[in-house]
């Protein structure tokens, strides 16, 4: 579930039609006439070229990395809060298709597959410290051009670390759908969101079912790859880790083994399959984390704005500026794009806009070459 953004910003997303009555987010809807639609997930390897874990030589932290691209700047792409890498997928097939890029999409500091030791230290200094590490262990003393995109908490992770000069090859910087005044605004009705949340899930498919449903993610597709890096496997009430792939793996091969329960064994059997089901529930309890929130918003608007670098603001509505935006988007000191109809997942529920809009970006600023047309939708401000 996308926590701690779609809270941040659940007063000011675009209206969507409401759910049949008495139907509340997470019960079951029934299909309507037609093909049923396909909610089992999907590997990582059908959008990213290759995943590996990096170590921090000097924390001996590991972190999750996807990758895509042989040549060009790098895209470092940080996913939102409750997140992982998984949600830059769709994005990450799309735009290496349309530039000559580089993509690196990581699990963030207790997100995802990644592995630390203070799990519990969520702060953006940290955080920020973090993506600095992980650029100098891939890179060394001379990494190359790096854009730096970052999604809601992403996005203010990437805006605190070009602040600190942490990545001394950085580019350019692009916000998705997080701007200050919105998400302090929002900071007060958080712990109430994330308590409507269900606790847990029955399978995967039903996880990637209810995101669809419930409107967090509005795009099957990505729903299908990014979920898997939100939830984990619970046993015996008590919350264990697993990688994103062995829950896919797992998710088919109890689709295999229920497929064959029905056609070969007796009723007996199928009920006690049904029975050993495991649950799923989220890898990260976003609700301890509640001191942190202030730090990576407050500010957050002159962070960006002090920043040198050109500058891209993709937003889900133009009514999320604040004040100090709003002025600077009127002295032109960044680019910035609305992609109407989106939810707070603007890059997974639109990763086709995204891309063409990053694709603009990178090319009017001469970062990279086009690998065939590029026809921007939306017109930029």
Known sequence: ?????????????????????????????????????????????????????????????????????????????????????????????????????????????????????????????????????????????????????????????????????????????????????????????????????????NSVENAIEWSVKSGQIRNLESARVSMVGQIKRCEDGINTPGSSQSIVDTAIHEEEEEAATEKEREPESSKKIKEDKPEYTWRIELSKTEKYWEGWFRGLSNLFLSCPVPKLLLLAGVDRLDRDLTIGQMQGKFQMQVLPQCGHAVHEDAPDKVAEAVATFMIRNKFTESKGEIQSTYPSF
């Open 1 to 201: 579930m996308s926590s701690l953004e779609k809270e941040l910003f659940l007063s000011k997303l675009p209206s969507r039609p409401p759910m049949p009555s008495g139907l509340q987010a997470g019960s079951k809807m029934k299909m309507g006439p037609g093909r049923k639609r396909d909610f089992s997930p999907v590997a990582w390897s059908h959008y990213f070229e290759a995943m590996e874990d990096i170590e921090i030589e000097t924390s001996k932290d590991s972190f999750r990395i996807y990758k895509s691209g042989s040549d060009g700047p790098v895209l470092l792409l940080l996913h939102g809060g409750g997140h992982s890498a998984l949600s830059w997928a769709v994005f990450t097939s799309m735009i290496t298709n349309r530039v000559h890029c580089r993509v690196v999409a990581v699990d963030l500091r207790s997100h995802g597959d990644t592995k630390v030791k203070n799990s519990e230290d969520l702060s953006a200094e940290t955080m920020s410290r973090d993506v600095g590490n992980i650029v100098e262990t891939l890179y060394g003393a001379n990494p190359p051009p790096i854009l730096l995109i970052g999604h809601s908490m992403g996005g203010a992770i990437a805006v605190h670390t070009a602040a600190k000069n942490l990545v001394p090859s950085l580019l350019a910087l692009c916000v998705i759908d997080v701007v200050e005044g919105t998400a302090m605004d929002a900071l007060n009705s958080m712990q109430t969101f994330l308590r409507s949340r269900p606790k847990v899930f």
